[in-house]
């Protein structure tokens, strides 16, 4: 159970599905596949869809880049959130949008895993946060040539770090789409 008062709520985050993060990144049809049943089911069951979106000097705002890619379309009523650091969090409102919508509770997909969306991981962690990574949601590109694991082992790893992780009062989980549930958390329950 989060350790935040007075939020039983869950947000599914979809983090920085732009052409400049994602083109040419592991399994991208699939993972996008996923994310875009888990908005479907999210919407159906009116749970808060909140899209993060990156900007950098290899992202400019409003570029094609910057743009998400087009199976993913966010509805005008679901907040979207700009940053400029890996942790989805740092210098946003999204710990507003979240507490407006009595989250503790966040399910993350998305892209880069072993940038943005691990940042985004640990930074709901240490804000009190339960935070369930959605296995089969996320991706990253090949940086192979500069000394990293393939992409499959960096996705296979932080899914396998990410389910144990746990801390007082709040728990990490890693769960694949077809097993994700919205319902509110009840103390000690797995996502």
């Not at 880049?65 to 650091?85: G, I, M, N, T």
């Not at 946003?92 to 399910?107: I, K, M, N, Q």
């Not at 801390?167 to 077809?178: F, I, K, S």
């Amino acid at each position: 159970m989060t350790t935040l008062p007075d939020r039983p709520n869950t947000a599914l985050l979809v983090i920085d599905m732009q052409h400049g993060a994602v083109d040419g990144s592991h399994g991208l049809a699939g993972v996008i596949a996923n994310i875009v049943a888990l908005v479907a089911r999210a919407r159906a069951e009116a749970v808060p869809v909140i899209w993060v979106q990156h900007s950098d000097d290899r992202m400019k705002y409003g570029s094609e880049s910057w743009q998400y890619v087009p199976e993913l379309v966010r509805q005008d009523a679901e907040p979207v959130v700009h940053k400029k650091y890996a942790d989805s969090f740092e210098a946003t409102d999204l710990e507003d949008v979240l507490a407006e919508r009595a989250v503790g509770h966040v399910l993350v997909t998305g892209a880069q895993t072993d940038m943005c969306v691990r940042s985004t991981l640990h930074g709901a962690f240490v804000r009190g946060y339960d935070v369930t990574l959605v296995g089969d949601a996320h991706t990253t590109e090949d940086l192979t040539a500069y000394g990293a694991p393939t992409p499959a082992e960096v996705v296979a790893h932080t899914n396998l770090y990410w389910k144990w992780q746990s801390a007082p009062g709040r728990r990490g989980d890693t769960v694949e789409t077809a097993k994700v549930s919205f319902a509110a958390r009840a103390a000690g329950q797995a996502s």
